[in-house]
């Protein structure tokens, strides 16, 4: 099949749409990805580049089904495998001493397909194994929200293919999942399963979100242009706990842009704190 030809003024048409409607920016690094899903699904709906795009700005649905399928997101079980040691290591030992109330909560903000807020779910589950503390007597809740309805569909089920545990380590894969299909599947235990609650959630608009102790936001700013991220770390602060901890990608900074959450340095790496 010949590479679907946009002109400029199309595909820029294209790239505001998806930005007004979930702030992610297309530059000429990632503008590959754009063209990419334009094309597939114009061939999809058997239609033209011009008809589709008129589409999108008429028929809320397909711009609501084209949204989600722009932004969803490559993730994985366990990515930044020593995001989860600090968080088993220092800031879950810190958040026991201080929190009188055993209410804990954890947001995985932009959880994609959810590999990650199960990551976090059986990373607090093994804390408190290990260090003998009863889970049932602890309000711990975690959250995982993202903008795209298909993947949050897929957390929901918790139905993953063999390819996306293989980086699960092999004592959690038997512990916290269950094959099917002689292997080719895998699902999350209800035990897991449980512990972590999917929603719609759109970060540059108005976050109905609080009372977070814990933020994981990674990978997420560098789709953002620097407006975007300013807005969506300001609703990230304003649903942080004082002194609440927020995790974000190895290759991103809040430094000379937002200085509400302050780096702080730990074992295993740098987090940020609310301050």
């Not at 569909?153 to 038997?174: G, H, N």
């Not at 897991?192 to 609080?210: Q, R």
Request: hydrophobic share 40%; with cysteine.
């Amino acid at each position: 099949m010949p590479a679907l030809e946009i002109s400029e003024g199309i595909l820029t048409q294209f790239a505001e749409i998806v930005y007004k409607n979930s702030g992610i920016i297309f530059r000429d690094s990632n503008v590959a990805v754009l063209i990419s899903r334009i094309s597939s699904k114009i061939k999809e709906k058997n239609t033209e580049v011009g008809i589709y795009l008129e589409q999108l700005k008429t028929d809320k649905n397909e711009l609501l089904s084209f949204i989600d399928f722009v932004t969803t997101n490559f993730t994985s079980f366990f990515r930044n495998q020593r995001h989860f040691e600090l968080l088993e290591e220092s800031i879950l030992p810190e958040l026991i001493k201080r929190k009188y109330n055993r209410q804990i909560r954890i947001w995985s903000a932009g959880c994609s397909t959810g590999e990650e807020s199960y990551s976090i779910a059986i990373t607090v589950k093994e804390f408190f194994e290990r260090n003998h503390i009863d889970l049932s007597a602890w309000d711990v809740k975690i959250m995982g929200s993202d903008i795209s309805l298909e993947s949050l569909f897929i957390a929901k089920e918790a139905k993953y293919p063999e390819r996306s545990v293989q980086k699960i380590p092999p004592d959690f894969l038997k512990k916290y999942f269950t094959p099917l299909d002689e292997g080719k599947f895998y699902f999350v235990n209800d035990t897991i399963k449980k512990m972590v609650k999917f929603d719609f959630h759109n970060l540059i608009y108005g976050s109905y979100i609080e009372g977070v102790d814990i933020s994981f936001c990674r990978n997420v700013l560098i789709y953002f242009d620097e407006d975007i991220q300013k807005k969506v770390l300001t609703q990230i602060y304003n649903a942080t706990n004082e002194n609440g901890f927020l995790f974000i990608g190895h290759s991103e900074s809040l430094v000379g842009l937002f200085d509400k959450f302050k780096p702080t340095s730990f074992e295993k790496g740098i987090i940020y704190v609310k301050q």
